[in-house]
């Protein structure tokens, strides 16, 4: 089944603690993207990878770090999390940006920072 | 700068009708997106208009004007599921995707 995945969906830590969120897609999608969402404001792209080993800033990027090393896996990394870090997170991936194409995405991370 | 307007909130009957319109003012264009986000729940693609007019789709129809920066999404013979917040996006020249913060739909029985 064609998908994109998240781990994990729930988690709940402390301020500065590091932590890892994966994201992976089975459908050899060439775009990756890392969203947030909190009440009112819609989604907010963190940050997007084109391809493997390119990645760029999306509009709230502070505080993030991606890697895109295989073409399949996305992980997002919060180095220090923050209480504002604290949001609801969606992987997202698509066959490429530049023609028509759907985005695809994960069922999502909620993320609770103490 | 870059921006997508759509309504926060709109209630609508079952079995009736609702248009869902969106504005927007972006760099560039390279269609418009609509997607359906249930409560909690990942967004999941509606349609897609990069040409003006209307594409019909089932039960939902999204009509595009260009020239007015316009779109809007049109849910008939509404059921209960289709409860659910409703997002426009826009491609802009960049490829990249600009969001609007979506509209809560709420059908009463």
């Known amino acids: 089944e064609a998908q994109v995945t998240q781990n994990p969906r729930y988690l709940i830590t402390v301020t500065g603690k590091k932590l890892t969120v994966t994201c992976s897609q089975n459908?050899?999608?060439?775009?990756m993207s890392w969203y947030r969402q909190d009440p009112g404001l819609g989604l907010r792209q963190i940050y997007y990878s084109m391809n493997v080993e390119v990645t760029d800033k999306g509009d709230v990027p502070e505080g993030y770090k991606v890697s895109r090393k295989e073409k399949r896996n996305f992980p997002l990394i919060l180095e220090s999390p923050s209480p504002n870090q604290t949001s609801l997170y969606f992987c997202?991936?698509?066959?490429?940006?530049?023609?028509?194409?759907?985005?695809?995405f994960g069922p999502g991370t909620r993320l609770t920072v103490l | 700068g870059q921006n997508i307007d759509q309504p926060t909130e709109m209630t609508a009957t079952e079995g009736a009708i609702v248009q869902i319109n969106c504005t927007y003012q972006?760099?560039?264009?390279?269609?418009l997106f609509w997607y359906q986000q249930h409560a909690g729940e990942a967004p999941t693609f509606l349609s897609y208009?990069?040409l003006d007019g209307l594409e019909e789709k089932g039960r939902f129809s999204s009509f595009l004007s260009r020239s007015k920066g316009y779109s809007y999404l049109l849910l008939k013979e509404l059921q209960m599921k289709d409860s659910a917040s409703y997002l426009c996006a826009v491609l802009d020249s960049n490829y990249q995707l600009i969001w609007g913060a979506g509209t809560k739909l709420i059908i009463k029985p």
């Open positions: 208009n990069v």
């Open positions: 972006t760099s560039g264009f390279n269609g």
């Open positions: 997202a991936s698509s066959l490429s940006t530049e023609l028509y194409n759907e985005q695809f």
């Open positions: 459908m050899n999608h060439e775009y």
